[in-house]
């Protein structure tokens, strides 16, 4: 059964740091990408990064570009989001997803206070 749990969501505030845990379970590792989408209320959800286990390129959406990190621990099946200089605009759900986005996590939520 393909699995994925987020954790390391929080409350900070505007400048600060968090970082994201996927960790994944069920499936090959590096057979599909790895994404982490978003969710604020009222709004549609949107992409915020993905990367390609198996050579590790990645992609970003432009609002996160040189904020944000994805990387991953292959050892541990395990994605990570680091995000920096975080703003209130970041408020949302952030799920990771894979298997071409037929699973998802539950989401763990971030909030960034001004």
């Known amino acids: 059964e393909v699995q994925l749990v987020e954790s390391g969501g929080g409350l900070v505030q505007a400048g600060g740091s968090l970082r994201l845990s996927c960790a994944a379970s069920g499936f090959t590792f590096d057979r599909y990408p790895i994404g982490w989408f978003r969710q604020a209320p009222g709004k549609k959800r949107e992409g915020v990064s993905c990367?390609?286990?198996?050579?590790?390129?990645?992609d970003y959406a432009d609002s996160v570009k040189g904020r944000f990190t994805i990387s991953t621990d292959n050892a541990k099946n395990t994605v990570y989001l680091q995000m920096n200089s975080l703003k209130p605009d970041d408020t949302a759900i952030y799920y990771c997803a894979t298997g071409q986005y037929a699973y998802w996590g539950q989401g763990t939520q971030v909030t960034v206070s001004s």
């Open positions: 990367i390609n286990i198996s050579d590790g390129r990645s």
